[in-house]
């Protein structure tokens, strides 16, 4: 797969071909509206027919895809995470100093969770607790442990204070993605603006030298690499 393109919006036909001459079922489009069907209705309450339903295809093209809907849901995670795993991997590319870098990780992030509510509250049902979603689980720690490894630097180089990392990391990477779920943005002025703020707000408490913010956040917004949204 090309690094720049996202599994979420491969259109490749995947599946049966339908009779009547409509296109075919990708898995793009299973993928899109399992994440509306399970806003709506939670995971539980989200099956596999509802989901053919409001695609307009019988359950069996769907099974074709996916044996079960638990595998749907590992996928759609997969398919989600990896957007912002690529994201990432093409920053550590940049070699941007460690706290330049976490805070343009947070900054895209949440322009990211700002454009799409339903799918990130995925990442926090319950049942990815759960045995069966070890391949989810597996993603999101891999997200997790790039945060980490920014916020380790960020105190080895003792640009942050002294803080237990994995602390840090799990508050930063709350924050980040839970920051815009439930606000009404259009009374709060441009995303982009709210993701500074948000970024601003993770990064003052750890640095030692909370006036170097303004620099670190200047610096961050002029890298021009940015996640894949589509």
């Known amino acids: 797969m090309n690094k720049s393109e996202s599994p979420i919006s491969g259109k490749r036909p995947v599946g049966r071909p339908r009779a009547d001459g409509r296109p075919h079922l990708s898995k793009h489009a299973v993928f899109k509206t399992a994440a509306q069907m399970i806003a709506r209705f939670g995971y539980a309450g989200a099956s596999l027919r509802k989901i053919a339903d409001q695609l307009d295809v ?25 957007r912002t795993l690529l994201f990432h991997e093409a920053l550590e590319q940049e070699n941007l100093a460690p706290e330049v870098a976490l805070y343009k990780m947070i900054y895209e992030e949440v322009i990211s969770v700002a454009g799409a509510h339903e799918l990130t509250r995925l990442f926090y049902l319950p049942e990815l607790r759960l045995a069966g979603f070890e391949v989810a689980q597996a993603q999101r720690e891999s997200m997790i442990a790039n945060f980490k490894r920014c916020v380790v630097q960020c105190v080895d180089c003792q640009v942050f204070r002294e803080v237990d990392s994995m602390l840090a990391t799990e508050q930063i990477f709350q924050l980040t993605e839970t920051s815009m779920i439930a606000l009404e943005l259009e009374s709060l002025g441009s995303i982009e603006a709210q993701a500074s703020a948000a970024a601003d707000l993770a990064l003052r408490g750890f640095l030692a030298r909370p006036s170097r913010l303004a620099e670190i956040s200047k610096k961050a917004r002029s890298c021009k690499i940015v996640p894949n949204r589509s």
């Open 58 to 82: 019988s359950a069996p093209s769907i099974l074709n895809m996916f044996k079960t809907k638990d595998q749907l849901l590992n996928e759609l995670i997969v398919a989600l995470a990896s």
